[in-house]
T-cell receptor, first 110, second 114 residues
């Protein structure tokens, strides 16, 4: 079963615009992670936010976490064509497995 | 530092055959996890090995098995292949097991069953 669910499933924007993706999860967590996957390739770790953190930045990425709503968002500012990829949130379930959501497919048009 | 290496990258097999996929983790990493990715089911957790012991297992039939060697390299085996086993199989390594751990993924093995 999926622990995290991303929204929207697909997002298409123009270069330079900001992209926001949301993730909701079901159970309590110690941390939440975001990954990127370029078409048919391996996943790349982007950022990890702990349950006692509300916001975290890494370059053009900004992640927020609201544990009361069991949700997180990933904001990519000033998007580039190279940001075109699928983005996944992931959390550890109670069994200690890292479980991924279905992902958001982001398309950035030049 | 070399990344996670998965071999082979592409594989075509016939229904009923068996297949073995290999994963070499980042040097020093002792945890290896396997995932199956399909368009319909997304990323599904198969199993995790740490120090040669299976630590976690997903909801897959017994046809899916794995092992880890003393050098942390891992293999997964799928016997009696079915068409539905066609997928991208991803391996991830971590320096330790448990939470607060980021996973480093290989490029995957694309398995096609015909």
């Amino acid at each position: 079963s999926q622990q995290g669910e991303e929204d929207p499933q697909a997002l298409s924007i123009q270069e330079g615009e900001n992209a926001t993706m949301n993730c909701s999860y079901k159970t309590s967590i110690n941390n939440l992670q975001w990954y990127r996957q370029n078409s048919g390739r391996g996943l790349v770790h982007l950022i990890l936010i702990r349950s006692n953190e509300r916001e975290k930045h890494s370059g053009r990425l900004r992640v927020t976490l609201d544990t009361s709503k069991k949700s997180s968002s990933l904001l990519i500012t000033a998007s580039r064509a190279a940001d075109t990829a699928s983005y996944f949130c992931a959390t550890y379930n109670q069994g200690g497995k890292l479980i991924f959501g279905q992902g958001t497919e982001l398309s950035v048009k030049p | 530092k070399a990344g996670v290496t998965q071999t082979p990258r592409y594989l075509i097999k016939t229904r009923g055959q068996q297949v073995t996929l290999s994963c070499s983790p980042i040097s020093g990493h002792r945890s290896v996890s396997w995932y199956q990715q399909t368009p319909g089911q997304g990323l599904q957790f198969l199993f995790e090995y740490f120090s040669e012991t299976q630590r976690n297992k997903g909801n897959f039939p017994g046809r899916f098995s794995g092992r880890q060697f003393s050098n942390s390299r891992s293999e997964m085996n799928v016997s009696t292949l079915e068409l539905g086993d066609s997928a991208l199989y991803l391996c991830a390594s971590s320096s330790r097991t448990g939470e607060n751990t980021e996973a480093f993924f290989g490029q995957g093995t694309r398995l096609t069953v015909v």
